[in-house]
């Protein structure tokens, strides 16, 4: 579509500038696979939820499905154009591999030896705590804390100055849209990593 043919066309223009200094921002909360699974456990009745609703609620499952839904069916087209107004300096979605996977691999290819840190966490509410209480119950693990969790339809991460990430959050704000900073860019060998004991961004729509 020219929807997607114009995102494509920012986003893989904008990949290899990232500078020591910079600040990293992500558009969409992460959790969605953690609340999709959940819902789809209680449709399903199955094992899985008989341990889960030990620790949860029908109404928290549903609400977190809904929360999800909404950010998988938030279209990145206003991110990325937001992206070329404010002089990104790098991005990249964030899907399959987790934030710390495409992270990663958005820092192997920086022009400048630089490491992305992650200090904040953004994720649906509630999320974080129901993963942890159902992993200590012997419960799937859905990392989201270590970054490898997988995200449908997840946001753009984003490299900008400080001044024009803060007018980025502002603008995406007030056109009803979501971002925050997450993390910061440092001189380093080209990978990315998250901080110990990360804080969290419990996100609800």
């Not at 990392?143 to 449908?152: S, Y």
Request: proline letters at 3%; glycine letters at 8%.
């Amino acid at each position: 579509s020219g929807i997607n043919a114009e995102y494509k066309a920012v986003v893989s223009t904008q990949s290899t500038g990232a500078r020591a200094g910079d600040v990293i921002l992500l558009t969409k909360p992460l959790g969605i696979q953690a609340a999709v699974n959940l819902h789809q456990w209680m449709q399903l009745d199955n094992p899985s939820w008989q341990l889960a609703k030990t620790i949860t609620t029908p109404e928290f499952a549903v609400k977190g499905y809904r929360d999800a839904t909404i950010s998988m069916t938030t279209l990145n087209l206003k991110a990325a154009r937001l992206m070329k107004k404010h002089n990104a300096h790098a991005a990249t979605d964030v899907t399959g591999f987790g934030i710390l996977g495409h992270s990663r691999n958005l820092a192997e290819f920086q022009k400048e030896d630089v490491d992305f840190e992650i200090h904040t966490l953004p994720v649906l509410a509630g999320f974080v705590d129901f993963s942890k209480k159902l992993l200590e119950k012997g419960g799937r693990n859905f990392r989201i804390l270590t970054g490898t969790a997988a995200e449908t339809s997840g946001g753009l991460l984003v490299c900008l100055s400080p001044d024009d990430a803060e007018r980025y959050v502002a603008e995406m704000r007030t056109e009803g849209g979501t971002a925050w900073i997450i993390g910061e860019v440092v001189r380093g060998s080209r990978t990315s990593r998250i901080l110990e004991d990360p804080k969290i961004i419990d996100v609800s729509y």
